[in-house]
T-cell receptor, first 108, second 111 residues
Framework: RKEVEQDPGPFNVPEGATVAFNCTYS??????FFWYRQDCRKEPKLLMS???SGNEDGRFTAQLNRASQYISLLIRDSKLSDSATYLC?????????FGAGTRLTVKP | EAQVTQNPRYLITVTGKKLTVTCSQN?????MSWYRQDPGLGLRQIYY???????DKGDVPEGYKVSRKEKRNFPLILESPSPNQTSLYFC??????????FGAGTRLSVL
């Protein structure tokens, strides 16, 4: 079993839709959590950190459920520019583990 | 501009010909690492370095070497490349709050 698992997708949604991704992790001692965005053939870039209380950044909302060991990302009012692969990242003692990514395509 | 710079961006080589991919960061980060990314497998860590002269193996270190003689530089060395090392490679440096900054990537093909 992989340490960090994501549904690879692809998720194909129309502009304006709300879409949610989940990610599960296996190590209960994991300490910090992140969502990164990766455009095709480019480097991953931080989208947002994920806090226990949940956090929001504009159209993006991240949630953490430690009891069930999953994190989620909600994107509201999807834009064409949101098309990318979203990587779930889990950290424990400087050991960063990446999910394989969920691919999102937003269509006109 | 804060950045991680890796070179070359693209490289085609032949089996057994030693190569080095350079990585440099200008953010004074102590922690640096190398990843490879393969379809369906996500990013897997090759080596990491917590500070100058300190390096440790990641998940897939076989066939790779690294060095950290200075804080800003963390080169990746393939002494004898093989076709299974064909991949997309990323160098990264990390803040104390575990935010990683990645280089633009090096696409390596070993024939």
């Amino acid at each position: 079993r992989k340490e960090v698992e994501q549904d690879p997708g692809p998720f194909n949604v129309p502009e304006g839709a709300t879409v949610a991704f989940n990610c599960t992790y296996s190590n209960s001692a994991s300490q910090s959590f992140f969502w990164y965005r990766q455009d095709c053939r480019k480097e991953p870039k931080l989208l947002m950190s994920v806090y226990s209380s949940g956090n929001e950044d504009g159209r993006f909302t991240a949630q953490l459920n430690r009891a069930s060991q999953y994190i989620s990302l909600l994107i509201r009012d999807s834009k064409l520019s949101d098309s990318a692969t979203y990587l779930c990242v889990v950290n424990r003692n400087n050991d960063m583990r990446f999910g394989a990514g969920t691919r999102l395509t937003v269509k006109p | 501009e804060a950045q991680v710079t890796q070179n070359p961006r693209y490289l085609i080589t032949v089996t057994g010909k030693k190569l080095t991919v350079t990585c440099s960061q200008n953010m004074n980060h102590e922690y640096m690492s190398w990843y490879r990314q393969d379809p369906g497998l996500g990013l897997r860590q090759i080596y990491y370095s917590m500070n100058v002269e300190v390096t440790d193996k990641g998940d897939v270190p076989e066939g790779y070497k690294v060095s950290r003689k200075e804080k800003r530089n963390f080169p990746l060395i393939l002494e004898s490349p093989s076709p299974n090392q064909t991949s997309l490679y990323f160098c990264a440096s990390k803040t104390a709050k575990n935010i990683q900054y990645f280089g633009a990537g090096t696409r390596l093909s070993v024939l």
